[in-house]
């Protein structure tokens, strides 16, 4: 482990490598042990980001540990710094996947000739056998040489992985086939693979593999390109999160404003956000007075209202009035760059997950080779030719190596994907199917999740003298001329419920209180309790009980009055999905346990909860403790999925073992999940997890019936009796079989209609 560098200078520093050329999660941990090895260092590589991070004693020079990865078989470079012009928004190329393809386009191209005339007598001329050398040799050097350069590694390192038994196999198919050619009779003018499964034993000099060879290179890269591809890009999540933040701002100077470039802002700066602007950066109130929506950050539904000395958040909106913000915090110090830093973070902190066909290659292969030594030995202590036991043990090797390994993820996983973008899931990688096998608790944000998100007038509460009707139509009218949100949720539902609302022929807005003005010749006021007393209007018993009532469970409820009279009382909350109920049973149907999450306070939580059957509750968290809870929940031993929608919930989502993200919300959560169901119905997270674990099964099918044709040939080829037309079968047979099993995914039926 890492050792505290001697001296009185015990600073650190952060330092983050991007790694190239890693293949699985075994690469991951052999870097990291590598780095831990030098004095004062403490790494931490993920496989899944292909990043490290490092932290090293000040001044320490990062190219050593650049030089340490790439002396272990892998590549590292710095981040580059992010560029000044819009060019920087842009997707970064990625060089790798480009490379894969075109591998997989040369590789394809040069194979289908090479096993079409290998496999198929009546396209065998004169000399066959020496342009489908000319035409696998690039496939089997070139194509196949990152499987060539992994198994290296990994020779060196004493692990065997995929990468290990495709360049075994291909290699011994290919320098079996040249000693053939070359040596054996298998160059001379006119020589046939008979179309037949019959077999014989042969000293495999009259035999070549190189449709095998060829194959199996093709298959792999073509899986590995699908599963590259799909591959989750963690960066984005942190991109989507910066664009959230204001790009210019209003800064008064002098008295004047003048708009500034964001990063040119300083603290101390005094700056102006209109309504319908985000605030800039995290700050203090000046002057003025609104309604700030910060749902985006903080998940909370209910507008915060804000005046002189109050404090604001940067990319929060303001609702309402115009304010003057005092800059307090700019740049890498905002509570929005906190938040990215936390995705950051979560990501990077994620088990690595190692690729199924890994771990079984990593199993399958020393047992390949120790049945080839065996077969060797036994051949030559029978006392047959070496060149006869030789063939069989080669025979072995070739064999072993199924081409389907390199399709039972990809295909299983394509299909799948593919299904569940129809009823809108989509699943962004291999490693997300692991891990909901495993997942056993799933918690749930509150707001946008299983609730709505959105303000609605859920209560209309009416003095003895008043009728509902005339309450809502001459409140609604009121409040429909003003910006405030629960003004307007008001001012729509009861647009809905009486139809058109009167124009207030007078209209103004009592800062902190609420509204008043005249409709239909009525004086007419509507907010705060202390509104009404200024007009010494004082509310009903039974209705003022009803208020206390709401408020006690966290709902907002607004005061009207006219003509000097107190009228009523209009209850605004955010209310539960219809489906949410349904779907916290269908979690219960898969063993999950759900637990809710909110920032919002506990009376609402609880309430909700109840609702929806939910007993485990997390309430008042903020946004950064969101975190902390899914943290604890797994150091309690639960396996989490996380289910949520805003910018509060990237850093969670990001965290938790499996993160959903509803489509219906924020870019950066989606970024930052696992999995997007795009119609927001809380229960497609249950036909996610349906589809992933059914998913997960089918390749498990793919990984055994991959191997099963190939080692069931394996004791005609210890035996001396494998042909080229037995190898080109099981690599046949096995591929067929596979993507057979993997369409079979697209008969998945959700319990959520596609949208």
Known sequence: MSVTPAGPDTRTTGIELEIGGMTCASCAARIEKKLNRLDGVDASVNYATEKAKVTVPAGYDPQRLVEVVENTGYTATLPSPPADDTSADEEPADRELDALRTRLIGAAVLSVPVIAVSMFPILQFDYWQWAALALSSPVIVWAAWPFHKAAWTNLRHGAATMDTLISIGTLSAF??????????????????????????????????YLEVAA????????????????????GAALRALLELGAKDVAVLRDGAETRIPIGELTVGDEFVVRPGEKIATDGTVTSGSSAVDASMLTGESVPVEVGEGDTVTGATVNAGGRLVVRATRVGSDTQLARMAQLVEDAQSGKADVQRLADRVAGVFVPVVIAIAVVTLGAWLGAGFPVAAAFTAAVAVLIIACPCALGLATPTALLVGTGRGAQMGVLIKGPEVLESTRKVDTIVLDKTGTVTTGKMTLVDVVVADDTERAELLRIAGALEHASEHPIAQAIAQSAADEVGTLPAPEEFTNVEGKGVQGVVDGHAVVVGRDSLLADWSLTLPADVADAKARAEREGKTAVAVGWDGAARGVLVVADTVKPTSTDAVAQFRELGLTPVLLTGDNRAVAEEIAREVGIERVHAEVLPSDKVDVIARLQDEGAVVAMVGDGVNDAPALARADLGLAMGTGTDVAIEAADITLVSGDLRSAADAIRLSRRTLGTIKVNLFWAFAYNVAAIPLAALGLLNPMLAGAAMAFSSVFVVGNSLRLRSFRGRVSPS
């Open 215 to 234: 194959g199996v290179t093709t298959f792999v890269l073509l899986g590995r390109y699908f599963e590259k591809r799909s591959k989750r890009r963690a």
């Open 175 to 208: 320098l079996w086939s040249l000693y053939a050619l070359f040596l054996g009779t298998a160059g001379e003018p006119g020589m046939k693979h008979a179309f037949e499964l019959t077999v014989a034993p042969s000293d495999g000099a009259a035999n070549i």
